[in-house]
């Protein structure tokens, strides 16, 4: 290597070494600063270089389908709120409900949901995909299994991708930008939505006609559309699958809900007015409802990004009741699953599906099955009441539920929303005359 070469060589090191020095002398001043302390952090979690062996073993996993396991053992191990660092990035993991209700809620404007526009990637003029035939269910599916593991690497998600996965996005964006151009189209015809016809009959509602009303960016109404189907699409449809699977496993849970829904609510062959009314008033339904929401919530795992330097309330010191010093850029990361199993909040059992639980039992930040404060789901009544009419309408039907999983232990297939990864394997009796 030349004199030059040794030169730059050094200044690089030298300029690295520095900026690693002021850096860790600002955050020490700025927690000082905030009367912080540090929780549990990078030397307990990982002690490869950049945090490599814990990417590894998150990628692990992953694939091994025990994701939400996986982050309940590294509380067990390092305690419900700790630091760690993977591939230059810095994260603040917790479970404990008053850092969530801070995050969410009390110091809402100091957190944001993490910018990472090129999760999905968007077509270019190079990338027009075919979309004949297209499974857009198949496609959706695989676009958010790889889009959930490159959320696990903050702003490293670069590094996880796939030719698949790329042509997955390319023909879902296709597809719905189709029905996006029609939308478009008809709004620049001018046809009236919602207004009576010359028949008297009012025009159906359709949610992007109103969009295309608000804003003429495809791509804008593109990604409207898809959070929608992404919100309303799986989430019911979680509850519905972990619900059936924890009465399969407790087929004496399923006999005693049964005889309740159908003193509530009449057999199959005549069921009673079912309402959203009745449903809520039905205590008994919402306890079950609860409980698997409880130990299988539909969105287990979420993250913030710190819009600025700001704190935890708690989590730091060795007692874990100091503030904890959050630069900005800090992705803050909260496991509601492993919040719900908090055996000091829930009990013992608190791993174990009992309804009963809820009776007289009042929550607050300690049960998230549908996020909190400001960004709370808007949905999450009608998706009870969904689950709840065909919960009964199932129980009206069928006498007996029999578990036919075979394998014991649970995994999960946990895209941004989570489902058993081996489905739900049930066998369903008709009362026999």
Request: glycine content about 6%; hydrophobic content about 35%.
């Amino acid at each position: 290597m030349t004199s030059t070469g040794v030169w730059i060589a050094s200044f690089v090191v030298f300029y690295y070494i520095a900026g690693r020095l002021y850096k860790s002398y600002r955050y020490s001043a700025k927690s000082r600063h905030f009367n912080c302390e540090e929780p549990v952090t990078h030397e307990a979690v990982s002690r490869w270089p950049f945090g490599l062996d814990l990417f590894k073993r998150i990628l692990d996993a992953e694939l091994g389908k025990y994701f939400p396991n996986f982050l309940q053992g590294n509380v067990e191990r390092y305690g419900n709120t700790f630091r760690y660092h993977v591939m230059g990035s810095s994260t603040v993991f917790t479970i404990d409900p008053r850092n969530i209700k801070a995050t969410l809620a009390t110091q809402f404007d100091d957190f944001q949901i993490p910018q990472m526009s090129q999760l999905l990637k968007l077509p270019g003029n190079h990338d027009k995909v075919d979309d004949t035939g297209i499974d857009f269910a198949a496609e959706f599916d695989n676009a958010l299994s790889w889009t959930s593991l490159r959320c696990r690497f903050a702003d490293k998600y670069w590094l996880v991708t796939s030719k698949g996965f790329t042509n997955s996005c390319n023909r879902l964006n296709e597809y719905v930008d189709h029905f996006v151009q029609l939308a478009l189209t008809r709004n620049s015809l001018g046809k009236p939505q919602d207004e009576d016809d010359v028949s008297g009959a009012k025009e159906k509602y359709i949610y992007l006609d109103a969009l295309a009303k608000e804003t003429y960016d495809p791509v804008d109404l593109r990604s409207q559309c898809l959070h929608l189907l992404l919100a309303g699409r799986d989430t019911t449809a979680s509850l519905l699958g972990w619900l059936f699977l924890c009465l399969a496993q407790n087929p004496t849970y399923y006999q005693k809900l049964r005889k309740i829904v159908i003193e509530n609510f009449g057999t199959y062959e005549n069921p009673s007015e079912i309402t959203f009314s009745d449903l809520k008033r039905c205590r008994d339904l919402q306890y079950y409802l609860n409980e698997a929401l409880r130990l299988y919530p539909p969105v287990p795992h979420d993250v913030r990004e710190a819009s600025k330097d700001t704190t935890l309330p708690f989590g730091g010191g060795k007692d874990g009741n100091s503030k904890v010093f959050v630069p900005k850029g800090t992705v803050i990361e909260y496991s509601v699953y492993v919040m719900h199993r908090r055996k000091e909040i829930w009990g013992d059992d608190a791993d174990e599906f009992r309804p009963e639980r809820w009776e007289g039992k009042k929550v607050g930040w300690e049960f998230l099955p549908f996020n909190g404060g400001a960004r709370v789901c808007i949905g999450q009544q009608f998706a009870l009441n969904e689950a709840g009419y065909v919960t009964v309408r199932l129980l009206q039907r069928f006498d007996m539920i029999e578990n036919m999983e075979t394998d014991p232990v649970i995994k999960h297939d946990y895209k941004l929303t989570d489902a058993s990864a081996n489905g739900v394997k049930v066998k369903l009796h008709i009362p026999t005359a």
